[in-house]
Structure formats: structure tokens, C-alpha cells
């Protein structure tokens, strides 16, 4: 006698719900941030980011802080009105710089089921039509006392920095950059006063 067997497989789906949002931005200039940023930002993600500057402007973008999972987690760009990307940024872009053409510009950033990464920092500058984007110095050298002690932050021209005299036998220099622009950096002397 034969038995036959009947094997039933059961296929069950399952979906994952999207994080979804849209984020409207009206400004002159600005920094917008992925999700969670500077923490990794979450899988299944579908942020919406529609950003208007003034008219008579067009968008200049500054990737300041930009890594997210290459090919699988993407930040699609449409300048203006435009239905076709008009970039497609992933994994790695820091210190990238991109001219759009227009005062409008819709950023969709989009990820996967798996691996996450930082995200972005982005700024963005409306600048003038028919004019280039100038970058400027804008850190002051402001002087105040902290729990360490005297501190000074300098940036820009050095042709005008007086000697910084401490107290201590001690002095800690911390060099910060903005992940974007270079310069040929800095040099330091000391002296041990008696």
C-alpha cells in the first residue's frame, strides 16, 4: 500500500512599513539633515525634502557631511520642475558641490532593508542667477574662558594674530575643518617663558 503525501507550503508575505515624511523648506540658505543625523539612519526610509529659495536665485549645494550605504541607500536630486533626476548621490560624496538652475529643488532620499550609514549634512545657498557662488569666511575669532582654561579659535588671515600667552605648562591646540573647503593649514611656534 502506498501513502501519498500531501505537503502544503504555506507562503506568508510580509511587509515592512515605510518611514515616510515630507519636509518643506523655504529659505535663503540652510543646512538639512538625514534622518537621525550624525547617528546611522534608519532602513525602509523614504524622505521627502521640496526646498525654494528666492526667485532671480538658483540652489548651491555643499555636501558637508555625506555617506550613506553605496547603490542601496540614495539621494535622488530634481532641479526645478524636472521629472528626471537631475543627480543621484551614494555612498561616499563628502565635499562634493553641485550648481542646480533653478529656486526649487526636490530631494528624495531612499534606503533598503539593510545597512545604514551616517547620512548627510547639507547646506544649500541661494545665489544670485548669472552670478558664481563665493565661499567666505564667516568664523569669528572670539576669545572666552572655559573650564580648560583661556581659549582662542582663529580661523581665516593670520597676518593680524597676536601671541597667546597661558598660564599653565600646558596648551592643547585642536584643529577643526569643515569636511569641504582646503587651505594650505597652519604652523605653530612656542616658547617656554621662565
Partial sequence: MHQTVLLLALILTYSVPVISQNVTITAPSGVF???????????????????????????????????????????TIYDGGNSTPTYILSGDCTGQNYALSSNTAIFEFTTDLTGTAKGFAIQFDAIEMNASYIISDTCPPPLYNSDKGFVTRLSGDPSNLTPIVTTGSVMYINFVTDLVNTASGFSAFYQSIQ
Wanted: proline content about 7%; overall charge negative.
Fill in 33 to 75: 539633515y538625514s534622518p537621525n543625523y550624525p547617528s546611522d539612519y534608519d532602513n525602509n526610509i523614504k524622505m521627502t525634502y521640496n526646498i525654494t529659495v528666492p526667485e532671480d536665485h538658483y540652489i548651491y549645494l555643499t555636501l558637508m557631511d555625506f555617506v550613506t550605504e553605496a547603490y542601496f541607500d540614495v539621494l
